[in-house]
């Protein structure tokens, strides 16, 4: 019985698991039409640029624009240093 239940926690763990992880990453709320304000605030809050994440969930994504957005925000971004 413990081989049994071995092999379904093992095939949770290895298929189930990182499906539950990658899709609470973004979801539909995350999605918006100002693709510039969205980069700009991942860029600014020091978000890694997630254009493709995005592109996954929401329809009409503006990877240019995105990625603008979050190039200027992360500009913005308080550095170490004080």
């Not at 039409?33 to 978000?47: A, I, L, N, P, V």
């Amino acid at each position: 019985m413990g081989g049994l239940v071995g092999r379904h926690f093992a095939r949770f763990f290895f298929f189930i698991a990182p499906a539950l992880l990658t899709a609470g990453c973004a979801t539909n709320a995350d999605c918006t039409s100002d693709w510039y304000t969205k980069g700009w605030s991942d860029g600014r809050f020091g978000s890694f640029a997630q254009a493709d994440l995005y592109a996954k969930r929401c329809p009409g994504v503006d990877a240019d624009a995105y990625n603008r957005g979050w190039r200027d925000g992360d500009t913005e971004r308080p550095r170490g240093g004080y």
